[in-house]
């Protein structure tokens, strides 16, 4: 995953592929949530989240609310 976004052209690839899809509405959450989202986001809600089991194993989380592309 790091590999290909640290390639500018598949970056800027597939941010320009990702707008064209929500303009059109296209039901790409479920492909987002199954590859860039597991890879970055630990849970969510957190209520639902390992957060716990990551700290035991001497993983750092961090909490974060993001409403980037919320339409706001």
């Known amino acids: 995953m790091f590999r290909i976004i640290g390639t500018s052209w598949l970056t800027t690839l597939g941010s320009t592929c990702s707008r064209i899809a929500l303009t059109l509405h296209l039901p790409v959450k479920g492909l987002v949530k199954a590859t860039i989202f597991r890879q970055f986001c630990g849970a969510r809600p957190w209520k639902n989240a ?3 089991k990551l700290a035991q194993s001497g993983v750092g ?3 974060d609310h993001s409403v980037e592309g919320a339409g706001r």
């Open 61 to 63: 989380s961090i909490l």
């Open 50 to 52: 390992c957060g716990h």
